[in-house]
């Protein structure tokens, strides 16, 4: 058995080479169904020629590589410019702070990226070009399935893997040993003339087809969700409720094809919230633990369900997913009259300003109340609240816990402006039309109280007793369709990918004929889709099974299991 030297070795004329690299072409042939790179031809002029050259450049891979790097910088503005889709208060501070570049930005529609034309135009022709890809190469290898592998080129010696040798063997003999033997190391093989023609790895193709499929799946899915997208935000008071629909949201947002009546039916009641945290050491006051156990229903008339809502462990139910963002404190006040009439009562909310929870926020009095002269008026209480108040921290809390809460208030009467027809914060307080109330100095009238604590009015102008503390959660409800189609596609997409980079797509042909002194020379030769080791070296092992079957010529120089040399593969076109 002897080795045959790389097709560089080769001492064949011109003509010979010539005529072998035709045939190292035919044999290469559809082990991609990348497009044939032909030579330059100018479309002819008229309308047609150029709709079809137009179509060629759109379906190439060049320019869906460049449609796909315009759609990741066509986002950076939508992740570093303030969306209107998003916040819409940071977009009008945002024009407001800079009316030159805020108009630019306008026009130029970088206030809503994902909806702008130009977005959707790089978005359309994006999945133009990959449906226009796919689709001619998914017949294509659909056609190459159906076929069998083409037979031996004339000369096997201009292949990058080949070994030979000399057996006592008949031809068909050998033939049908290796037929059997590439079926056994399940080859698509095939008899072919004087030669035995095999295929493997098919599966590289597969998962190239499958990632480009992935692409689209995921860019659909994607835009779809975009599309019928609903977010809305609920701040809940333990103890209160929420029921899904659109006049129960603090805020919300949905995208353009959204619909009131596509919203999940269910509602849920907060009935605790439970925090704790790091008492000490470095990360002292970092959050251990957030859970808000609720009561749910689904639909109008539904069973109640208890259940835990966690950080990153939503309520699903239906296409809704209720999450956890946000807690804070509310304290429970009750104000009287001078009469000690109750005119509120409720548990107010407070925003958080720091990580100890140090929070803010406003109790406004809008009806009922009468001052001591019993003449109606508003009154407007601005509120700050510790959690953990400590003696000489007084305008900060110390710690995130209930350890030692402290309200500290500042009661003003007059007219709040709510009636103005101008929209206000709950969480504000306009001083333009209202006064303090002074203390028996004269001072403005400020006080901290503890839990069970009242605050006098001056003047028997009532009472403001803080009688506890209630927490809150902030939910937020996300309906986003497809999602799990954008998830499938991801997925698909990294074996697609992975089976297209690893998967060796290659071929073996073993020729068996006789030869002038009646001898049986056996030729193995392989070829691969693109430069790799292991063609040559699963030649080796195929030529050694396949020696060890047939009875081979007696010679001086034996060598039972020659391995080939590897050789260079040819180069393709790229390959989409």
């Known amino acids: 058995m002897s080795k045959t030297t790389p097709a560089a070795s080769d001492a064949s004329g011109a003509a010979d080479a010539s005529t072998g690299d035709q045939d190292l ?20 002029l008229g309308v047609i020629g150029w709709a079809r050259w137009f179509w060629r ?18 986002a950076i503005p939508g992740s570093l410019i303030p969306q209107t889709g998003t916040d819409a208060t940071k977009v009008a501070d945002f024009v407001k702070n800079n009316p030159t570049l805020g108009d630019v930005y306008d026009k130029l529609g970088l206030f809503h990226v994902y ?27 659909v056609g190459q ?30 033939r049908e040993a290796a037929l059997a033997l590439l079926r056994k190391k399940r080859f698509r093989a095939h008899l072919t003339g004087d030669n035995v023609a095999g295929e493997k790895g098919y599966l590289r193709e597969v998962g190239n087809l499958a990632f480009h499929i992935a692409l689209i799946v995921m860019l659909t899915a994607f835009a779809w969700g975009q599309l019928f997208k609903s977010e809305g935000n609920k701040l809940v008071v333990e103890g209160d409720g929420f029921s899904n629909t659109l006049t129960q949201y603090d805020d919300f947002k949905s995208g353009n094809l959204f619909d009131t009546g596509d919203l999940v039916p269910l509602s849920f009641t907060l009935n605790k919230f439970t925090g704790t945290y790091e008492t000490s050491g470095p990360n002292k006051g970092t959050p251990r633990l957030y859970q808000a156990a609720i009561t749910y229903s689904e639909g109008a008339y539904g069973k109640d369900h208890k259940t835990l809502v966690k950080v990153n462990e939503p309520l699903e139910i239906g296409d809704a997913k209720v999450y956890l963002t946000a807690h804070g404190y509310a304290p429970l006040i009750t104000v009287r009259d001078g009469k000690g009439n109750v005119v509120f009562h409720d548990a107010v909310a407070m925003l958080p300003l720091d990580s100890n929870v140090t929070s803010t926020g406003v109790i406004k009095v809008l009806d009922g109340y009468k001052n001591a002269k019993g003449v109606s008026e508003q009154l407007g209480i601005s ?22 809460p402290v309200l500290n208030l500042t009661p003003y009467h007059g007219d709040l402006g709510v009636d103005s027809g101008i929209p206000q914060s709950v969480y504000q307080l306009d001083k333009s039309h209202v006064k303090d109330f002074k203390d028996a100095k004269g001072k403005e009238l400020r006080e901290n109280l503890k839990p069970g604590e009242t605050m006098k009015l001056p003047n028997g102008a009532g009472s403001v007793t803080y009688e506890g503390t209630k927490q809150w959660a902030n939910f937020q409800v996300v ?33 068996a004929v006789r030869g002038a002194d009646g001898i049986t020379v056996v030729e193995m030769a392989g070829l691969g889709r693109s430069e790799s080791a292991k063609v040559p070296e699963e030649l080796g092992e195929l030529a050694g099974i396949l020696y060890d079957q047939t009875p081979a010529e007696s010679t001086e120089d034996t060598t039972p299991h020659p391995t080939p040399e590897p050789q260079e593969a040819p180069s393709e076109g790229a390959e989409k």
């Open 115 to 141: 909806s702008s034309v130009w977005f959707s135009a790089i978005y359309i022709l994006l999945f133009v070009s990959l449906i226009g890809c796919i689709v001619p190469r998914t017949w294509q290898f």
């Open 25 to 44: 072409g035919a044999a290469g042939s559809q082990l991609s169904t990348a497009p044939v790179e032909g030579p330059p031809n100018l479309p002819s």
């Open 479 to 511: 309906q986003q369709p497809a999602s799990g189609w954008a998830l499938a596609g991801a997925l698909t997409a990294i074996f697609g990918l992975a089976a297209s980079l690893f998967i060796q797509r290659r071929r073996v042909w073993v020729r």
């Open 383 to 404: 509120a700050f609240f510790l959690p953990t108040y400590t003696v000489g921290s007084e305008t900060a809390s110390t710690f995130p816990a209930l350890d030692n």
């Open 57 to 74: 450049q759109l379906t190439s891979m060049r320019v869906a590589l460049l449609l796909l790097l315009l759609v990741a910088l066509g």
């Open 145 to 174: 399935l159906r076929s069998r592998p083409p037979g031996a080129p004339k000369r096997l010696t201009r292949l990058p893997a080949y070994t030979t040798w000399r057996t006592t063997a008949e031809p068909e003999q050998v």
